[in-house]
């Protein structure tokens, strides 16, 4: 079946400017979650979905990020004012409650550059 | 906050050899997952690890759980060049996974 989708694979945008990255997860999973992958570094949680429950928005790094998903299914991770440093892969990931096993299943990722 | 440090972080192996790569947490994990990424892919799962002291062998692959549950360790054996890329562990805090930095292992022909 299909996996986890984003868009765009590739955004490049001036600093200051709004962008706004997507997210379509496996259907069904009740799970997901928003991480940020700099070049040659770990996956830096962002905010993570699960069901109907209020999203843990623990990892946002500032009030200039912020994520919303509707219906349960699609998620739009915004970034307002965008700096350099915000420049970086972002992946989305899906998982489902199955058995106890929260397994994550990857998106491509989206490579933001903030020229 | 919730952290979970891996070591080391780069390895280069030549073909053959074998490599470690060791996680840990402050506190007490509910489970620890692994996920290898491939150079320019995204990580992909290869394994969950529950109980106390849990050993888990995938082929060369083998992966250990901590008796107190706040280490991990993933050993391959004689190594190949499939076996390329950047391993990270993840820790369960809850819902959440608190992932590791990930070891770059580079395998030479």
């Known amino acids: ?14 600093k200051g400017k709004d962008v706004e990255l997507r997210c379509d997860p496996i ?3 009740t799970a997901l979650y928003w991480y940020r992958q700099s070049l040659g570094q770990g996956l830096e949680f962002l905010i993570y979905f699960q069901g109907n429950s209020a999203p843990d928005k623990s990892g946002l790094p500032s009030d200039r990020f912020s994520a919303e998903r ?14 350099q440093e915000d420049s970086a892969v972002y992946l ?10 929260y397994e994550q299943y990857f998106g ?8 | 906050g919730q952290q979970v440090m891996q070591i080391p972080q780069y390895q280069h192996v030549q073909e053959g050899e074998d490599f470690t790569t060791y996680c840990n947490s402050s506190t007490t994990l509910s489970n620890i997952q692994w996920y290898k990424q491939r150079p320019g ?32 360790s ?12 950047t391993y990270f562990c993840a820790g369960s805090f809850g819902g959440k996974l ?5 070891t770059e292992l580079s395998v030479k022909p």
């Open chain 2, 98 to 102: 608190i992932f590791g930095q990930g």
């Open chain 1, 27 to 29: 259907s069904g999973h």
């Open chain 1, 92 to 101: 989305c990931a899906s998982s489902a409650l199955a058995g106890g096993t």
């Open chain 1, 70 to 83: 509707t219906g349960g299914s699609v998620s739009t991770l915004t970034i307002q004012r965008t700096q």
């Open chain 2, 41 to 72: 892919g995204h990580p992909v799962f290869l394994i969950q690890l529950v109980k106390s002291g849990e050993v888990k062998k995938q082929k060369r692959l083998t992966f250990q759980f901590g008796e107190a549950k706040k280490n991990s």
């Open chain 1, 1 to 14: 079946g299909a996996g986890v989708s984003q868009s765009p694979s590739n955004k490049v945008t001036e």
């Open chain 2, 74 to 85: 993933l050993h391959i054996t004689a190594t190949q060049t499939t076996d390329v890329g």
């Open chain 1, 108 to 115: 491509p990722g989206t490579r933001l550059t903030v020229t």
